[in-house]
């Protein structure tokens, strides 16, 4: 049985859902708490939940454009 590989791009689509999922939910998180400690802690952290964020969607754009570039290719 041969292992099958997945491309190397596909492995930026995973971490840019990830990354941007756990920004989102760290971002969120603050309003949907009902502890009033809880909350001041998360929403202290909004910060990396916005870096996150940034980093997923640049992971997403750069998964999209080498799949544009691959398709444009052929």
């Known amino acids: 049985m041969k292992?099958?590989?997945q491309r190397p791009s596909d492995d930026l689509l995973w971490?840019?859902?990830l990354?941007?999922?756990?920004g989102l939910i760290?971002?969120?998180?603050?309003?949907?708490l009902q502890s009033p400690q809880l909350r001041e802690i998360?929403?202290?952290s909004a910060g990396l939940g916005w870096l996150a964020l940034v980093l997923g969607a640049g992971?997403?754009?750069v998964w999209?454009?080498?799949?544009?570039?691959h398709w444009k290719r052929q």
């Open 26 to 32: 760290v971002l969120i998180a603050p309003h949907r």
């Open 59 to 61: 992971c997403l754009v």
């Open 19 to 22: 990354l941007a999922a756990i």
């Open 3 to 5: 292992p099958t590989h």
């Open 42 to 44: 998360v929403a202290g």
């Open 64 to 69: 999209g454009w080498r799949g544009y570039r």
């Open 15 to 17: 971490k840019g859902v």
